[in-house]
């Protein structure tokens, strides 16, 4: 988990290096950060760009620092193509959800890999559900897939109840990405580890049943 592929390395350089052009430079940071009105005018290239850019160092910080933990397991498990691809595919999925439940707020703007790196996490819990993860404040290992469903619960709450200044619904569209793809790329997941594949989808239904029954 912690033996950083070069594909891992130059993600986390990239982010670091544009989140840091873009501290520096607000016009750069406006011209290419998530923002309704802009991407309705045509300028879609912000659905991808806002993924290196982040609001701050802490934000960067969270953000690269679990891209690290779980990076080499998807690397390991589907090669480093397909973690790109699983990459790129959470980040455009995680902006697409966010476009979709925002797309009347003209002002709605966000930044952050966070939809990218979820998406990893949710892939990193379908190649190996039995992980254990270790919360600074809780001192006993979490099963990941515990640890994955709790996060989209809150996820659905937090878009719910529009908690902070955070992309739950970025967050979400990411998992779903990183869910799908690597089922995609992975389909003997579907005979191995049926139950967890059937498990993980259990959140991303009731966002959808909920959405339907109009409580999002």
């Known amino acids: 988990m912690y033996n950083l592929s070069l ?9 670091a290096l544009i989140s840091y052009k873009g501290f520096n430079d607000f016009s750069f940071f406006e011209k290419y950060k998530f923002n309704i009105g802009a991407i309705r005018r045509g300028e879609q290239i912000r659905m991808f760009s806002s993924g290196f ?15 690290y933990f779980f990076a080499d397991v998807v690397v390991s498990g ?4 397909n973690f790109i691809i699983i990459y790129v595919a959470s980040l455009i999925l995680g902006n697409l959800l966010s476009l979709y439940f925002h797309k009347d ?7 952050g890999a966070s939809g990218a790196v979820t998406g990893i996490l949710y892939s990193a819990i379908l190649l190996q559900p039995g992980m254990s993860l270790y919360m600074f404040f809780i001192p006993i290992p979490i099963p990941a897939y515990i640890f994955g469903i709790g996060y989209l ?6 878009m719910k109840k529009r908690i902070g200044n ?3 619904d970025a967050h979400f ?17 579907l005979q191995t580890n049926i139950e967890m594949v ?19």
């Open 153 to 158: 619960l809150y996820s659905i709450y937090g």
């Open 53 to 67: 850019l982040h609001a701050d160092f802490t934000h960067l910080f969270v953000n690269m620092f679990t891209l």
């Open 7 to 15: 594909v891992t390395i130059v993600l986390i350089a990239a982010n």
């Open 173 to 189: 569209g990411g998992a779903i990405g990183g869910y799908l793809v690597t089922l995609i790329l992975a389909p003997y997941l």
């Open 105 to 111: 707020e003209y002002y709605y703007s966000a930044v």
């Open 198 to 216: 059937l498990l993980l989808a259990l959140p991303i239904i009731l966002l959808f049943v909920l959405h339907k029954m109009g409580k999002l």
């Open 166 to 168: 955070i992309g739950h």
């Open 78 to 81: 589907l090669g480093n193509l």
